[in-house]
T-cell receptor, first 111, second 115 residues
Framework: QKEVEQNSGPLSVPEGAIASLNCTYS??????FFWYRQYSGKSPELIMS????GDKEDGRFTAQLNKASQYVSLLIRDSQPSDSATYLC???????????FGTGTRLKVLA | GAGVSQTPSNKVTEKGKYVELRCDPI?????LYWYRQSLGQGPEFLIY????????DSGLPNDRFFAVRPEGSVSTLKIQRTERGDSAVYLC?????????????FGPGTRLTVL
């Protein structure tokens, strides 16, 4: 079992729709969770971080965390073609301080 | 202010050669991470520095890989006897403290191609 799992996609959504990206993790000691966006040929850039169960909203982005289910998700409202990228989920444990990344989900927003 | 920088941006080498990849973190960041990213994969952790010391090198694939950060700032990833399987983008990231939840900032990466 991979430590952080994501559906590789591509996930295609029409412009203006809500894109829902999911991530599961195996280490129950994980404490910090991150969503990064990576455009083709570029390095990852941080979109959201979340540490507590529940929802965290930032503009068009909402991160959701459920530690009991070991599940974290990212919702993108009013999706734009410029949101087309690979979205990486990363998990950090206090025990190791290292960040474990999923393989990423490729999102395509269709104009 | 300046972000994380990495040099070179591209490196092409022949199998068996030695390469050095450099990372210059954000000024004042104590934590520095090296990752390797292959096509279609997420970044794979290699090594984490806290200051000058390697706090976690569990991701280095074998003893051909070595990294240093002698003054707690710039880091160099060294790969001996390169193999074709080492071809990937090598990413460096830095964070202020390296504690849980600390935000990592990535550099642009070095694309290594081993022929």
């Amino acid at each position: 079992q991979k430590e952080v799992e994501q559906n590789s996609g591509p996930l295609s959504v029409p412009e203006g729709a809500i894109a829902s990206l999911n991530c599961t993790y195996s280490d129950r000691g994980s404490q910090s969770f991150f969503w990064y966006r990576q455009y083709s040929g570029k390095s990852p850039e941080l979109i959201m971080s979340i540490y507590s169960n529940g929802d965290k909203e930032d503009g068009r982005f909402t991160a959701q965390l459920n530690k009991a289910s070991q599940y974290v998700s990212l919702l993108i409202r009013d999706s734009q073609p410029s949101d087309s990228a690979t979205y990486l989920c990363a998990v950090n444990s206090e025990r190791t301080y290292k960040y474990i990344f999923g393989t990423g989900t490729r999102l395509k927003v269709l104009a | 202010g300046a972000g994380v920088s990495q040099t070179p941006s591209n490196k092409v080498t022949e199998k068996g050669k030695y390469v050095e990849l450099r990372c210059d973190p954000i000024s004042g960041h104590t934590a520095l991470y090296w990752y390797r990213q292959s096509l279609g994969q997420g970044p794979e952790f290699l090594i984490y520095f806290q200051g000058t010391g390697a706090a976690d090198d569990s991701g280095l694939p074998n003893d051909r890989f070595f990294a240093v950060r002698p003054e707690g700032s710039v880091s160099t990833l060294k790969i001996q006897r390169t193999e074709r399987g080492d071809s990937a983008v090598y990413l460096c990231a830095s964070s202020l403290w390296g504690t849980t939840g600390d935000t990592q900032y990535f550099g642009p990466g070095t694309r290594l191609t081993v022929l």
